[in-house]
């Protein structure tokens, strides 16, 4: 954690004037004079340039950063760190993800969980179930416009928008998700340390180029969607379904700082169907979380035998929706700050 200090006087008003024209002409945001580090406005590469402030409040600041991978402008929800803190943590969104606002920002809680620490939050928007990786091409079922090419974007391109603006450092950062972008957070941060240096699954699928989940994996994709995954990594053969798989590379774990949490899928406080809509979505969730519990068991198994640590949340109760995975972001939240703010 490096917070900003400033207990050393400036020689002069000449050399301050100095200090502030240079860092000015490097583009870097400046603070007012001892303001929350939280309170000012970045600049970005919207029409106006500047971010704007997020109607979820909680100094949540909607940026717009342009992705030369993708062709386009990524909507980013940024939350700086209120102290000024250099580490952040990344949200990655769900198989449904919206692209007007990450689920995380709303649903998960995830800004007044961490309103008042030294962490700086980063919630991407978009991604709709791209796995946040590099597709091999667009999605042939459903005429898709563009490549994804998530991967890239956040970690290649967004970390020097966010060392720029927020002072988010280029090493030493937390990445986590859920569902479909629980295997995603551990993957990337597999291969990209030391940029990430913590991972957190809740109800992630890390085993995904198991046939079974293969198949699984595209029966969700289609209902979401439309999406052919073999656009993503190529046949299910394909030695990149591998290589995004992090049960299959748990080896690569070791030294980073890990964090799954799961439920059984039995109904919880959440959950209290008043109609055959809810009834049906609780059943839906009962079986995707059910799944969620075996895969987060098989990869507890797998980093047991290589005496890799982690940290695993197993709650009794609760299906594959937003009330518990707000629940288990708040149960890991220490662990986050402890790591990293």
Same mark, same amino acid.
């Given at each position: 954690m490096t917070v900003n200090k400033r207990n050393k006087w400036v020689a002069s008003t000449g050399a301050t004037l100095l200090a502030i024209s240079l860092v000015a002409g490097m583009g870097v945001d400046l603070p007012t004079a001892n303001a929350d580090n939280r309170a000012s406005l970045r600049r970005d590469n919207s029409a106006n340039r500047r971010c704007e402030w997020d109607p979820v409040k909680h100094w949540v600041q909607q940026c717009e950063v342009w992705?030369?991978?993708?062709? #386009?402008?990524? #909507?980013?929800?940024?939350?700086?760190?209120?102290?000024?803190g250099n580490h952040a943590l990344f949200l990655l969104d769900g198989m449904r993800a919206r692209n007007d606002w990450n689920g995380w920002s709303r649903d998960g809680g995830a800004p007044r969980i961490f309103v008042n620490s030294n962490v700086t939050l980063v919630m991407p928007v978009g991604g709709e179930t791209s796995f946040y990786t590099n597709w091999k091409r667009k999605s042939s079922t459903n005429g898709q416009k563009y490549t994804y090419k998530w991967e890239t974007f956040l970690t290649k391109e967004l970390p020097g928008y966010l060392n720029r603006r927020f002072g988010v450092a280029y090493s030493g950062n937390a990445i986590g998700g859920l569902s479909m972008s629980g295997s995603a957070a551990f993957t990337l941060a597999i291969y990209h340390k030391p940029y990430f240096k913590q991972a957190l699954s809740f109800s992630g699928y890390m085993n995904v180029s198991d046939p079974i989940m293969q198949q699984a994996l595209q029966y969700a994709a289609n209902d979401a969607g439309n999406y052919n995954l073999q656009d993503m990594w190529g046949p299910y053969s394909d030695p990149t379904w591998r290589r995004n798989d992090p049960y299959v590379n748990a080896a690569k774990l070791r030294g980073l700082k890990l964090f799954m949490s799961s439920a059984t899928g039995l109904p919880g406080r959440y959950d209290n169907p008043r109609n055959g809509q809810e009834a049906f979505n609780t059943s839906v969730g009962f079986l995707l979380e059910g799944v969620a519990r075996q895969q987060h068991i098989l990869m507890k198994n797998q980093l047991e035998q290589l005496g890799i640590p982690c940290r695993h949340i197993f709650m009794a109760n609760g299906i594959h929706n937003w009330g518990y995975w707000r629940d288990q972001l708040r149960m890991a939240s220490p662990y986050v700050k402890a790591v990293i703010g």
């Open positions: 992705s030369k991978a993708m062709h #386009r402008k990524i #909507r980013v929800q940024i939350q700086p760190a209120k102290y000024g």
